[in-house]
């Protein structure tokens, strides 16, 4: 930070002035120190395959509520086209949408029921499902149908073996955790989230500039990447990982593991051993 100004992610040719202050990731405060310089030696591996990150995402929206002309500006660069499915939108809004947002093929379908007949041919067709709440309804209520259609996409995706993700906004805490999350499904609690974020921006309001970009569309955002698009499929050291992620216009947050596990920050010498097809976390832009 410079002048009040956040860099996040600069390029590596940019050195430090003596007043600037450096973002720093950690579990606590003071919870880390500043070690010895690393070698200024680079790896020369480069990102192996840049069009697997540019492919085109299709979304498929289930349900309306105000956060839904958020959503549709905050989709990543990658969306072209995106289905609004028993959202209740008339075509006078609908029309609005599309000039509003133009860039994006957007269509509207409304459902009688949402059977498996239905959810399979929408699955088959788009590579990510949000589920939105209907933020006029009882909470639980809307939670059990939210949880009900949850389990049934679930249910179809290891049935029928399609590659489909899911996000789902799920009003309490309490009905979040009712439904286990360990096959990469996301949730959104929107208060409870939200309420995060003000305690962090509590301690240091300096901080809204680097939150803004990272949940916005604009400049670097935090992404999974796959270890063999950077090179990183191997065993590694994490200052290793470190460096081969600048090498490729990154900064290192972490991996995903094979089983959906997380880790954030391991220790620089800790060794880090990944498959192709597992992800490094990430901060970069699109």
């Known amino acids: 930070m410079r002048s009040g100004k956040l860099f996040l992610n600069p390029p590596g040719k940019d050195t430090l002035e003596e007043e600037d202050r450096i973002v720093i990731f950690s579990p606590e405060k003071d919870s880390w120190k500043l070690g010895d310089a690393q070698p200024a030696e680079l790896p020369e591996k480069r990102m192996a395959d840049q069009t697997v990150l540019k ?10 509520n105000k956060s839904l002309k958020v959503i549709l500006r905050e989709l990543p660069f990658s969306v ?34 949402l059977d498996e ?6 699955v088959r067709n788009y590579s990510h499902v949000i589920l939105l709440s209907r933020h006029l309804e009882d909470m639980d209520e809307d939670d059990m149908l939210t949880c009900f259609l949850l389990l049934q996409l679930r ?10 993700n899911i996000t789902a906004e799920m009003r309490t ?10 096959d990469y499904t996301d949730f959104i ?36 990447i796959r270890a063999k698009n950077i090179g990183a499929a191997g065993s590694f050291t ?11 216009g990154y900064v290192f947050m972490g991996y995903l593991g094979a089983e959906g596990e997380y880790c954030f920050n391991p220790p620089l010498e800790a060794g880090v051993t990944l498959g192709e097809q597992e992800h490094l976390i990430l901060i970069g832009g699109v």
């Open 80 to 113: 072209k086209e995106v289905m609004l499915v028993n959202s209740g939108i008339g075509e006078e809004t609908m029309e609005v949408l599309r000039k509003t947002f133009s860039e994006i093929e957007l269509s509207v379908s409304d459902y009688k029921t």
């Open 173 to 182: 805490e309490f009905n979040q955790n009712l439904i286990s999350d360990d």
């Open 238 to 248: 994490t200052a290793q990982l470190r460096r081969l992620s600048l090498v490729n």
């Open 155 to 164: 249910d179809i995706r290891e049935r029928y073996q399609i590659n489909f």
């Open 189 to 224: 609690v929107a208060s409870n989230m939200a309420a995060r974020f003000l305690a962090q921006l509590s301690q240091n309001n300096e901080l809204l500039p680097l939150f803004s970009e990272i949940l916005s569309n604009q400049g670097n955002e935090i992404q999974l």
């Open 117 to 122: 007949e239905v959810l399979v041919s929408l």
């Open 55 to 64: 492919q085109t995402t299709k979304v498929c929206i289930i349900g309306n």
